[in-house]
């Protein structure tokens, strides 16, 4: 708790608003980052951010990609493991990239194990962030309805605005 509060007190010392940007392995979230260092952290957009830029990426646990029933589950965990870190490596890799692509140098990067909603939820609260950035896959009313959607519950769970940036589907 007081690290923190320590955390806040120097972005508030500094003068610099905290902005999350929640990542996965989908070109979605990648969209929504790139948008997000183009319009909120381009030399273009001013002198320089008034952000600190947090990049978030959750990493599934093994059990919730395998589920927890059948024989022989816990022989293929740990490949399931290690397979789940090096996506999230890869993940967190490429959004470095893009930051020093874009010459962002305030930035952190976390990856933590959990569902996505409460990974970016508990980011929001750690960082005491003034924006969250999260992508979405554009997915229909029913295909929503079941696999659930990332954007919508932080959408009405996060204590912060949240910017939902959704990547614009070719004109034919």
Known sequence: MAAEAEDAAAASVVGKSVM???????????YALQWT???FFSPAAGSSSPFKLVVVSAKP???SVIGLAGPGAADVLPFVESDLRKISL?????????????SVADVEFEVVEGDARNVLCEA??????????????????????VLGS???????????????????KPKH
Not at 150 to 168: F, L, N, Q
């Open 90 to 102: 890869r993940v967190i890799e490429k959004a470095k990239e893009m930051c020093t692509s874009h």
């Open 124 to 145: 929001v609260e750690k960082h005491h962030a003034e924006i969250l950035v999260v992508g979405s896959h554009g997915y229909g009313a029913i295909k929503r309805a």
């Open 61 to 63: 646990t093994p059990t």
């Open 37 to 39: 260092l183009l319009h």
């Open 150 to 168: 990332v954007s919508d519950y932080c959408a009405h769970h996060a204590h912060c605005t949240v910017m939902i940036v959704k990547k614009p």
């Open 20 to 30: 999350v940007v929640g990542i996965d392995d989908s070109e979605h979230s990648f």
